[in-house]
T-cell receptor, first 108, second 115 residues
Framework: QKEVEQNSGPLSVPEGAIASLNCTYS??????FFWYRQYSGKSPELIMF????GDKEDGRFTAQLNKASQYVSLLIRDSQPSDSATYLC????????FGKGTSLLVTP | ETGVTQTPRHLVMGMTNKKSLKCEQH?????MYWYKQSAKKPLELMFV???????ENNSVPSRFSPECPNSSHLFLHLHTLQPEDSALYLC??????????????FGPGTRLTVL
């Protein structure tokens, strides 16, 4: 069973802080790693993808991948209330496997 | 139209009805996907089509029947569904299924209720 694990939260951070979202996966053959944001009642929206070990930055978002530890994370700097959503981690070695998501709440 | 569109956005059907969900992508992608999203559960991959050929059927019951007439259109035909099939059905597309091109973009979904 290929599993992707995320803490369901909610993770609550104050506005302007750094939000750190974590994800572990079981399939060592995984090659592509994605973070999606899903607002309530909406469909998932791709915000980051990473293929290689290390960090990848895009604006306020940084994805971090450690294949040895089978761990991928998403950092959101200067968190805004509009970042409040569920963040889905997805991992693929073929078919895309999604975690259940972490609910993030950014409080003003 | 841009991105990935799905119709209808909401559907209520009885267990004996036959209905179809439609997905269209305007991104020039070659791979299309059907997912089911139920409350408190991860997104479940149902079917994958790559260049119109079905490449994955994730042990989906036969009451769900996909159809992909071309790389831009994907259908999900529904018949004799059960109440537990009520969920959000999401369509997605990606440039390819291969590494480096398999980032998926989702449509808005169809909220299905089976009575």
């Amino acid at each position: 069973q290929k599993e992707v694990e995320q803490n369901s939260g909610p993770l609550s951070v104050p506005e302007g802080a750094i939000a750190s979202l974590n994800c572990t996966y079981s399939d060592r053959g995984s090659q592509s790693f994605f973070w999606y944001r899903q607002y309530s009642g909406k469909s998932p929206e791709l915000i980051m993808f990473i293929y290689s070990n290390g960090d990848k930055e895009d604006g306020r978002f940084t994805a971090q991948l450690n294949k040895a530890s089978q761990y991928v994370s998403l950092l959101i700097r200067d968190s805004q209330p509009s970042d409040s959503a569920t963040y889905l981690c997805a991992v693929t070695a073929g078919a895309l496997n999604f975690g259940k998501g972490t609910s993030l709440l950014v409080t003003p | 139209e841009t991105g990935v569109t799905q119709t209808p956005r909401h559907l209520v059907m009885g267990m004996t009805n036959k209905k179809s969900l439609k997905c269209e992508q305007h991104l020039g992608h070659n791979a299309m996907y059907w997912y089911k999203q139920s409350a408190k559960k991860p997104l479940e991959l149902m079917f994958v089509y790559n260049f119109k050929e079905q490449t994955e059927n994730n042990s989906v019951p036969s009451r769900f029947s996909p159809e992909c007439p071309n790389s831009s259109h994907l259908f999900l035909h529904l018949h004799t569904l059960q109440p537990e099939d009520s969920a959000l059905y999401l369509c997605a597309s990606s440039p390819t299924q291969r590494l480096g091109g398999n980032e998926q973009f989702f449509g808005p979904g169809t909220r299905l209720t089976v009575l």
